[in-house]
């Protein structure tokens, strides 16, 4: 459905995407998972036939994005980073007059626009001013706008960064009706949580390449452990104490703010810490998460 | 969700203005028609207001000291002879309002036209859409400033209904090279040159004085400014006094059209489609 080769895109002397791969099927869910600054978003909007590649091969939907962009943006819905609502229109016109930039009927357009601000959860909101609505309402307008023009592939660049937690799940649940009804989302996220949930597959990409792909359980289990222990010692004696840990588990990551200790067994890995006569402040057994697979690829934080 | 989806049809355009025009600029006029009915009207009328008071100082206070000026070999009152100028004005003070101040703000700030572009919508579409609502806006101050001199009697021929077409026309020319202009401006003190060019040009394009009073090097530089021509040509029409050179003015305002249009597609693909 998505398909990209070498796929480069720089600007001036700064490299932002660097030779990626990937291929997106149908009715799948295909994450890019990376920190600010990786090269999602630049990726996105190359698929989105909203930006030219600057070397490599790009497919999407069949068509060329350089020669067949109108083509391309007719069957795709795009959900931007920041949303950009047109704030001169009600609620309710931005799904029609949005309806409408894809030449679609207007009597159509109406009835969609209903049925998707139910979908929205904003039937309440319908003659609202779009100013006045909270972050996940505009997050969830722009989702329902994106829809107007049922697209093959939805594209979301990081849906729910700048949302409070629950506005997050409210999102999460929606855009897990959209994938039950299978639609193909593409998403970017530097949420480790937020890619799991969502994805079926993701790539983590890293300074503009892709540093591994697969199923968010897969990477776990290929990068990392099954368990892991966080020991706090306070930020001045982590170090020190690491190096008294060594040896237990398989890895051990030292943060500046805590010691990571990869095992399949988290429990016993404390226990050892403790046989060793070290005192952590704090302590936490947790399983490993898409977090510590990007810790272990690039040696750095998604979120920094 | 009972009935049938429909999904977005995809253009049909060939040729040269392939991926560039998806034949869909109604959209984007009836998106800005349907927010200048919901918002005020207000900001609409306020620019129609200079252009008049400019006629009722100038016309009938200047006027009674003046008296008549020579226009194509024929003395023609004062009032009547600044009003189709100042018509050409009103003409452009709507569409260049509109493309300049109004297209900077959706273009940097409500990013409206990453919106539009991020649909089946193609550059053409966009900026051929706006400029017929900055036009749209020209039209409305020169159909409103019609309607004062006609009460006035400063319309001195019947070809003088053939000023709002030729409004229309001038308004096409200002909008299509000032949103040109804007796509290139980054802050708001850019705006500020457009005002620093378009005052001179109001005072000087033959608007108040023939222009026979310049030396002929800057009866030249006149001549090359776009206002001259819209000036020359509506008062050529409500004088009734219609000289072959009104046809230079529509090539010159043709030629405007065109370069401008074509401008600012290619300003808007290079600012949002790179």
């Known amino acids: 459905m998505i398909e990209a080769r070498g796929l480069r895109k720089q600007y001036g002397d700064f490299t932002a995407v660097d030779g990626i791969d990937f291929a997106i099927e149908p009715g799948e869910a295909f994450g890019f998972l990376g920190p600010n600054g990786a090269g999602k978003s630049t990726t996105m909007r190359m698929i989105a036939a909203t930006s030219t590649r600057t070397s490599g091969d790009l497919q999407v939907l069949g068509f060329d994005p350089e020669s ?4 391309i943006r007719a069957q795709l819905g795009i959900v931007p980073q920041a949303d950009q609502l047109d704030e001169e229109l009600r609620v309710i016109d931005n799904l029609v007059v949005y309806g409408r930039y894809f030449g679609l009927p207007l009597p159509y357009v109406k009835r969609r626009a209903e049925e998707l601000l139910d979908f929205a959860q904003l039937t309440e909101k319908r003659k609202a001013r779009v100013d006045g609505l909270s972050g996940g309402m505009k997050r969830r307008l722009t989702i329902a706008r994106g829809l107007i023009n049922s697209p093959k592939a939805m594209l979301l660049d990081e849906p729910t960064t700048g949302l409070d937690p629950q506005a997050r799940h409210v999102l999460w649940d929606r ?65 020190e104490a690491a190096e008294r840990i060594e040896g237990i588990g398989s890895r051990i990551e030292v943060l500046p703010d805590r010691v990571l200790v990869y095992d399949d067994d988290g ?38 | 969700m009972t009935e049938q989806l429909l999904e977005a049809p995809a253009p049909t355009i060939r040729g040269p203005l392939r991926g560039l025009y998806a034949g869909n600029t109604r959209s984007v006029v009836a998106r800005g028609l349907r927010v200048i009915a919901r918002n005020n009207w207000l900001i609409v009328v306020t620019g129609f207001f200079e252009p008049v008071f400019y006629l009722l100082s100038m016309g009938i206070g200047l006027g009674a000291l003046i008296g008549t000026v020579e226009f194509y070999g024929v003395d ?65 101050y020169a159909c409103g400033f019609m309607v004062v001199t006609s009460l006035m009697g400063l319309n001195l021929s019947w070809t003088a209904v053939l000023a709002i077409p030729a409004a229309l026309v001038i308004a096409f020319g200002f909008a299509s090279f000032g949103m040109a202009v804007t796509s290139y401006m980054k802050t708001f003190q850019h705006l500020d040159y457009v005002y620093f060019v378009m005052m001179p040009m109001f005072l000087l394009s033959a608007t108040f004085f023939p222009i026979e009073v310049y030396p002929q090097g800057v009866q030249w530089v006149i001549q090359a400014m776009p206002l001259w021509h819209g000036v020359d040509m509506v008062r050529q029409l409500t004088t009734g006094l219609i000289q072959p050179s009104i046809l230079l003015h529509l090539l010159y305002f043709a030629v405007m059209i065109v370069v401008g249009l074509w401008f600012t597609t290619a300003r808007l693909k290079a600012l949002f489609l790179r």
């Open chain 2, 76 to 140: 023609v009152p004062y009032a009547a002879y600044i009003a189709p100028a100042l018509m050409a004005v009103s003409a452009m003070n709507g569409a260049v309002y509109d493309s300049t101040m109004n297209v900077f703000f959706k273009m940097n700030f409500a990013k409206l036209y990453q919106q539009m572009l991020s649909t089946s919508l193609g550059p053409l579409d966009v900026a051929l859409g706006e400029i017929l609502l900055a036009l749209f806006r020209g039209l409305l």
């Open chain 1, 68 to 71: 067949h962009g109108p083509e």
């Open chain 1, 175 to 239: 855009l897990f009706r959209l994938k039950e009804e299978g639609t193909t989302l593409v998403l970017t996220t530097h949420y480790m949580d937020e890619a799991e949930q969502l994805c079926d597959r993701l790539v983590v990409v890293d300074k503009g390449a892709i540093v591994a792909e697969g199923s968010p359980s897969a990477l776990i289990r290929q990068y990392s452990t099954r368990e892991v222990l966080e020991v706090r010692f306070g930020s001045s004696r982590n170090a």
């Open chain 1, 267 to 304: 429990e016993a890995a404390m226990a050892a810490v403790h046989e060793r006569g070290l005192q952590p402040i704090t302590s936490l057994v947790r399983r490993s998460s898409l977090e510590d697979v990007f810790l272990r690829l690039t040696g750095r934080s998604l979120i920094e």
